[in-house]
């Protein structure tokens, strides 16, 4: 039985992927000049009971998160720093978990545009009990359409853990939102891992999860809240976000 263990901990983390960011991009990025502070934090309710990485994070009961630093160097570039991420286990541990460096390039006023698009590309150092791998990125292209008050967003995500183009990860994220007023707004969104672009992983191995999702604006905040549902064996039953997301003025002209 221990071995057993320890191959499905070993599983490709492709396929059992934690994470500390549930989001899907949608290209608007701070204006030039102005910094953004976004909080993100995620707690899983019911989940996985088996860790990773030996001596990883079991998922059940733990709460990941990070803030996420960013700054508008022109209308279509942000650059960003993830840190720290970190976890809380369900023993009450606090870890450290790594940082991520982000480089975001969007179409300038995405939101005034009906069809949009963006990439985004992240560097990411790891602890050992959060990635087998100690560097890790991430490739996500930006496509969405604004239809009056719905948008539909498509992040046809890749993991990198620099060991080829056949072991690069699919993990696309999809988001349909109806926008009620300029302040609130909800969504259903779909966070999949699929695994690695060579042979993907069988349906019970893959991550599927669906969210409900509701969004509120104002001049002052951004709140994003969701709770999310497992479709499959190799997700996590169910999990809790929340986004919290503030503007720091730029300097005055």
Known sequence: MRAVLIAIALLPAAALAQTDEIQVYDANIAAPGVFNLTWHNNFTPSGRLLAEEPGGVIP??????????????????????????????????????????????????????????????????????????????????????????????????????????????????????????????VAAEEYDDFGPLRHFQSQGAQS????????????????EAGFGFGLTEGSDHRVVKLILSRDFNGPKQ
Do not use: C
């Open 60 to 185: 059940n009961h733990s709460l990941n998160g990070v803030p996420e630093w960013a700054y508008g160097v022109t209308p279509w570039f942000e650059a960003g720093l993830y840190f720290p991420l970190y976890s809380f286990t369900g023993d009450g541990a606090a870890v450290f978990d790594g940082f991520k460096l982000r480089m975001l390039f969007v179409e300038p006023n995405a939101a005034d545009h009906a069809f949009f698009y963006g990439i985004n590309f992240e560097f990411s150092y790891n602890t050992e009990h959060w990635d087998s791998h100690r560097y890790t990125g991430e490739i996500r292209p930006i496509i969405g359409w604004h239809f009056g008050r719905l948008d539909f967003i498509v992040n046809p995500i890749l993991d990198n853990d620099y060991e080829g183009i056949g072991k690069l990860s699919f993990a696309p994220a999809t988001r349909l939102a109806w926008n009620i007023s300029k302040s609130w707004t």
């Open 208 to 223: 599927h999860q669906l969210f409900s999702v509701f969004d509120y604006r104002s001049a002052a905040i951004s709140l």
